[in-house]
T-cell receptor
């Protein structure tokens, strides 16, 4: 089946630094990718919808300048957490929708990236 | 507003059957997903229903009633590895996913 690869799986950084997380669709093209943030014992929170070749669509309350999303190709989207602070520590997950299934095509998730900001 | 409700936690015995319910209220409806998520891992796809009725996939089945805004995930012959969180997500008229908070399923020997 379709595979979405996310890297790095774990990252620890110092407060004030920036961290980039990559999301790749390995065997299919994804014009749309989604970035989620998940807190312990809570549901996935959609942060933004990443569209290939255009600007990402951010959900209300998500800081665009802090969470930079780039969808450079049909198989790669990146999330950069700029000037990270301890409150940004979380589990970040990307997903990609397999095309050909219409707007409700199956979503495939990356393995997730656990960010810890010291 | 849009809302998904599912129980926070359920406990079942190995080898038994458990049903996890999900009710939804969305602006428009374009189907409902069930995902399984083990602790510390990303969710994995279980099922997608857009028509009323029951769909069976091995030990897992998913049911949808659009008129009642209701779905359930049925797990048979429970195994210890089925201990996980089960997420229900409805697709609204804008094709956005509205996620439930997840049901933590605990399997006991």
């Amino acid at each position: 089946g379709a595979v979405v690869s996310q890297h790095p799986s774990r990252v620890i950084c110092k407060s004030g630094t920036s961290v980039k997380i990559e999301c790749r669709s390995l065997d299919f093209q994804a014009t749309t990718m989604f970035w989620y943030r998940q807190f312990p014992k809570k549901s996935l929170m959609l942060m933004a919808t990443s569209n290939e070749g255009s600007k990402a669509t951010y959900e209300q309350g998500v800081e665009k300048d802090k969470f930079l999303i780039n969808h450079a190709s049909l198989t790669l989207s990146t999330l950069t957490v700029t000037s990270a602070h301890p409150e940004d520590s979380s589990f970040y997950i990307c997903s990609a929708r397999a095309e050909g299934g219409g707007d409700t095509g199956e979503l495939f998730f990356g393995e997730g990236s656990r960010l810890t900001v010291l | 507003g849009q809302n998904i409700d599912q129980p926070t936690e359920m406990t079942a015995t190995e080898g038994a059957i458990v049903q996890i319910n999900c009710t939804y209220q969305t602006s428009g409806f374009n189907g409902l997903f069930w995902y399984q998520q083990h602790a510390g891992e990303a969710p994995t796809f279980l099922s997608y229903n857009v028509l009323d009725g029951l769909e069976e996939k091995g030990r897992f089945s998913s049911f949808l009633s659009r008129s009642k805004g209701y779905s359930y995930l049925l797990l048979k012959e429970l195994q210890m590895k089925d201990s996980a969180s089960y997420l229900c997500a409805a697709v609204d008229s804008n094709y956005q996913l509205i996620w439930g908070a997840g049901t933590k399923l605990i399997i006991k020997p």
